[in-house]
């Protein structure tokens, strides 16, 4: 059974930091790209970040160029977002999915940044 389950999200003040990870399992990991979403209250699912299959390729929105990292550990079925210098604007949930065009989705979790 596939399965994205992602952790490491929380309530984080302006201007901190935060990591989120993705567990997959029940499919071949590194053979897919993997995908980090984000949709806001009242707003569209927006791609945030993007890996390739090997982690030598990556894509940011440009909201969030410069803040966030997005990486990878294909020996431990792996993927992690890194966020820093956290805004307000990037209070969302986050969505972990696999796929150049996303086939596979987590659950999401949860980012709240607030003063």
């Known amino acids: 059974q596939v399965q994205l389950v992602e952790s490491g999200g929380g309530l984080v003040q302006p201007g901190g930091s935060l990591r989120l990870s993705c567990a997959a399992s029940?499919?071949?990991?590194?053979?897919?790209?993997m995908n980090w979403f984000r949709q806001a209250l009242g707003k569209e699912r927006e791609l945030v970040a993007r890996?390739?299959?090997?982690?030598?390729?990556?894509d940011y929105a440009d909201s969030v160029k410069g803040r966030f990292v997005v990486s990878r550990d294909n020996a431990k079925n792996m993927a992690y977002l890194q966020m820093n210098s956290l805004k307000p604007e990037d209070t969302a949930m986050y969505f972990c999915?696999?796929?150049?065009?996303?086939?596979?989705w987590g659950q999401g979790i949860q980012v709240t940044v607030s003063s």
């Open positions: 999915s696999a796929g150049y065009k996303p086939a596979y």
């Open positions: 029940g499919f071949t990991f590194d053979h897919y790209y």
């Open positions: 890996v390739s299959i090997n982690g030598a390729e990556t």
